[in-house]
């Protein structure tokens, strides 16, 4: 019987866990994790979680692979303690760019990763922006896919949006970007954009107007930030009065924060599906909470209500 609920960390996001468990209203779980000197992990789970419906929070986020294999010991060791149902929420699913097969000889990660998860003990997924949709279908289990755009949507309706436009970094994400655009009521504008290397992006042109306007760039996260800073030198190339940011994904990675401390633009939005520390959240850098989507949703999937109106 699955009339209880409890809520583990591992170490990837244990503030954002603390704030789904306040929002829901519940203790998180004693998880004891400790490392031997041979840099093996050693996890035990310090309370009863036998014929619990118990859910495991851990983001794909730095160091990526210590958390991933918390969370895959996590899992096992309360599937081997009889845990009634194991979700497994991956607010932030970093191998979702490695979702083709795009040179030869690699592995698609994105969908090895999801095997793995299931394999080690995962029987549902919660997760959120994952890079691209279509790695929805990697997963062989029950699979919640939750957007941010609400949480992001909500702050800048409040923010002053005269003459604004929305910009897309790239063709990929017009898609995403025009739901942000038509629900705020504003014109739409992308980049055409090619991607060199992981530190290295051409763009060519913009498609649309922008000349005169302020710039809302979304996108699904920022890493080393050189995409959203090759949209920034076209957009200023084409007569753009003002640039703000939002993403779901704050990883701000490498010289991120550097390179967006010198550069023009004037406000940088991330949620908290992968930790800001103190030393990243500079005047440029705003943080907004998604626990309470998180925590909702656990909530519904425990009780088996329905989840669809929280993409809206």
Avoid: W
């Avoid at 093996?40 to 929070?57: A, K, P, S, W």
């Avoid at 992006?201 to 498609?207: E, G, H, L, R, S």
């Amino acid at each position: 019987m699955r009339d209880r609920v409890k809520i583990f960390a591992g170490n990837g996001n244990p503030e954002l866990v603390r704030e789904i468990c306040e929002y829901i209203g519940v203790t998180p779980g004693e998880v004891s994790i400790q490392r031997f000197s041979n840099e093996n992990l050693f996890i035990q789970i310090e309370e009863n979680v036998r014929e619990t419906d118990v859910f495991v929070v851990q983001p794909f986020s730095s160091p990526v692979h210590e958390n991933i294999m918390e969370l895959l010991i996590m899992m096992d060791a309360m599937r081997s303690a009889s845990a009634s149902r194991i979700t497994a929420v991956i607010p932030y699913y970093s191998y979702a760019r490695s979702d083709k097969k795009d040179a030869p000889r690699i592995s698609i990660v994105g969908r090895l990763m999801a095997d793995v998860l299931v394999t080690a003990g995962a029987d549902r997924i919660l997760t959120m922006n994952l890079h691209k949709p279509q790695v929805h279908g990697f997963f062989s289990v029950p699979t919640d896919h939750l957007y941010a755009a609400p949480v992001l949507l909500d702050y800048y309706r409040d923010t002053d949006l005269r003459d604004t436009v929305v910009v897309a970094t790239d063709a990929g994400h017009v898609k995403e970007a025009a739901n942000y655009a038509e629900r705020l009521r504003l014109p739409l504008a992308f980049v055409d954009k090619r991607r060199v290397s992981d530190n290295e992006v051409a763009t060519n042109t913009i498609v649309g107007h922008v000349e005169g306007k302020h710039a809302v760039i979304f996108d699904d996260e920022i890493a080393t930030g050189t995409s959203l800073l090759a949209t920034i030198q076209i957009l200023q190339e084409h007569g753009i009065r003002s640039i703000r940011a939002g993403a779901v994904h704050g990883v701000l990675c490498g010289h991120a924060i550097e390179k967006l401390a010198a550069s023009p633009i004037e406000e940088v939005v991330v949620t908290n599906t992968v930790p800001v520390p103190p030393e990243k959240r500079i005047d440029k850098i705003k943080v907004l909470s998604v626990a309470p989507l998180f925590g909702e949703a656990i909530k519904r999937i425990h009780t088996g209500e329905s989840i669809s109106s929280l993409f809206v």
